[in-house]
Nanobody, 124 residues
Framework: QVQLVESGGGLVQAGGSLRLSCAASGPTFSSYAMGWFRQAPGKEREFVAAISRIAGNTYYADSVKGRFTISRDNAKNSVYLQMNSLQPEDTAVYYC?????????????????WGQGTQVTVSS
C-alpha cells in the first residue's frame, strides 16, 4: 500500500501561485492513478484534479481548469499541483490520493490511499 506525504502549502495573496508536492513511498508508484482533492471548512471534500498512471492524461474540476496543472514524475515517485491565479475560494486543505489501476476517478470513494493534507490559504 502506498503512503503519501503532501507539502508546499502556505499563505499566499490572491493572484499568487503555489506548487504542491506529494511524495509516495513504495516501488509501484507508476501503477497508481493520482488525484488531488480539497476540503474547505464546513464543506465536503471535493475533486480538484487527477492524472492517469503512465500516459499522463489529466482531468480537472471546472473551478480550477486553466489555473491549476497536475503532473507526475514516476522516477521520483511524486505528483504535483501547480496552482496559479489563486483566489480566496481556493482556501482549503489539499489532499493527495492514489488508486491502483488504469482508471482515473473523480470522487473520494474511488481512492483508497490518502495523505495527511496541506493547508492552502489565499488572502484577499
Amino acid at each position: 500500500q502506498v503512503q503519501l506525504v503532501e507539502s508546499g502549502g502556505g499563505l499566499v495573496q490572491a493572484g499568487g501561485s503555489l506548487r504542491l508536492s506529494c511524495a509516495a513511498s513504495g516501488p509501484t508508484f507508476s501503477s497508481y492513478a493520482m488525484g488531488w482533492f480539497r476540503q474547505a471548512p464546513g464543506k465536503e471534500r471535493e475533486f480538484v484534479a487527477a492524472i492517469s498512471r503512465i500516459a499522463g492524461n489529466t482531468y480537472y474540476a471546472d473551478s480550477v481548469k486553466g489555473r491549476f496543472t497536475i503532473s507526475r514524475d514516476n522516477a521520483k515517485n511524486s505528483v504535483y499541483l501547480q496552482m496559479n491565479s489563486l483566489q480566496p475560494e481556493d482556501t482549503a486543505v489539499y489532499y493527495c490520493a492514489a488508486r491502483p489501476g488504469a482508471t482515473t476517478e473523480f470522487y473520494t470513494g474511488g481512492y483508497g490511499n490518502w495523505g495527511q493534507g496541506t493547508q492552502v490559504t489565499v488572502s484577499s
